[in-house]
T-cell receptor, first 112, second 115 residues
């Protein structure tokens, strides 16, 4: 079975500070992992995905995530937060049947 | 614009009523997924269709039903509405093929308010 756990439902950072959003996964097969972002009043957009190639995955808007098998983690980072990064972030894992399992989301607030 | 079109964007109705939400997937995508997003339950998977056939079912209530038509658009029917059905309903589509690298492309959602 596949699942993801996002630690911290709310994260606040200062503008210019490091963004770190945590995601741990559970998967009975080698995982395919995704980060999605949801801006207010919008649908979810793909930030990046890990599909068993490079462990460090670069996404849009300066975000990246590192797959760590030993820690079963896929944390999302951005070196310097921008006001426009304020949004809800979802981690997800897919199963061999192409079903997606989403975490409960982390709301990111950026403080000016 | 993600290429996934959902209508209506907003819908206000009363308890006991029935509504239909519509989704047109991205061009070329054969799979359609429906999700419900509410404040207390997060993003819940409801149902998936692939090329007109039901592929997987999630936490979909018996009062809810869906179908995918030959032109690949999908409709989610919600009946005997209750206050707790107020939520954002998202449709997502994905390309053909069973590769796990397929990503979901989401529509902008339909916000349902039941009064």
């Amino acid at each position: 079975a596949q699942s993801v756990t996002q630690l911290g439902s709310h994260v606040s950072v200062s503008e210019g500070a490091l963004v770190l959003l945590r995601c741990n996964y559970s998967s009975s097969v080698p995982p395919y992992l995704f980060w999605y972002v949801q801006y207010p009043n919008q649908g979810l957009q793909l930030l990046l995905k890990y599909t068993s190639a490079a462990t460090l995955v670069k996404g849009i808007n300066g975000f990246e995530a590192e797959f760590k098998k030993s820690e079963t983690s896929f944390h999302l980072t951005k070196p310097s937060a921008h006001m426009s990064d304020a949004a809800e972030y979802f981690c997800a894992v897919s199963d061999p049947g192409n079903q997606f399992y989403f975490g409960t989301g982390t709301s990111l607030t950026v403080i000016p | 614009d993600s290429g996934v079109t959902q209508t209506p964007k907003h819908l206000i109705t009363a308890t006991g009523q029935r509504v239909t939400l519509r989704c047109s997937p991205r061009s070329g995508d054969l799979s359609v997924y429906w999700y419900q997003q509410s404040l207390d339950q997060g993003l819940q998977f409801l149902i998936q269709y692939y090329n007109g056939e039901e592929r997987a079912k999630g936490n979909i209530l018996e009062r809810f039903s869906a179908q995918q038509f030959p032109d690949l658009h999908s409709e989610l029917n919600l009946s005997s509405l209750e206050l707790g059905d107020s939520a954002l309903y998202f449709c997502a589509s994905s390309p053909p093929g069973a590769t796990r690298a397929n990503v979901l492309t989401f529509g902008a959602g339909s916000r349902l308010t039941v009064l």
